[in-house]
């Protein structure tokens, strides 16, 4: 956990054994790729992006004048980038697959391409939104920091700030977001582990 949680350039990279490691999801082009390589038919996905919520799409903000993204936003969208967009690649993927591979009669689909079967639970509310309302528990160097950074504007600061908030106020906050998503979809979650 230490190690995955070692983004470079914001943690020191963690010794385990003989060696040091990082964030594994900064290199990997497939964050599931590894699973799938070491044989997985069925992939229980945990997400933390909020991107496969329903949204209405067509919304546009009244006010019409955009702001030039702060380097704190920027970094947001970067780290958002390497470690959220993949894993929602990969699952379309996959997606995609399962349903060209459904058209081909089973006798003739290739031994090394199975059906995967997959749940993904993603979070109801975004992990942003819950930084956002818990900014406060940061250190207060480092509230200084985001809010300059920032221009003074927390909202903007929220995505960055989620992969720094490492303090208890937050990680209840996610481990009671989880707990609720979880039970929220307990009948798809028994039934995805009993076959």
Known sequence: MLASSAIPGIFPSQKVGNHYYGDGAVRLGSIIQPAIRLGAEKLFIIGVSDNRQARDWNYVKDN???????????????????????????????????????LVPEDK?????????????SPSKGLNVLANEHLDSLPRHIQKLLRTASGNQSGNASSAASYLLFTPEYCSALIDLGYKDAMWQQDKILDFFSD
């Open 64 to 102: 019409q004048n955009s702001v030039q993204p702060s380097i704190v936003q920027v970094l947001g969208q970067l780290f958002n980038s390497a470690f959220l967009d993949t894993v929602d690649d990969d699952i379309t993927h996959i997606e995609t697959l399962n349903r060209l591979l459904s």
């Open 109 to 121: 689909r290739p031994a090394d391409l199975p059906l995967r079967k997959t749940l993904v639970i």
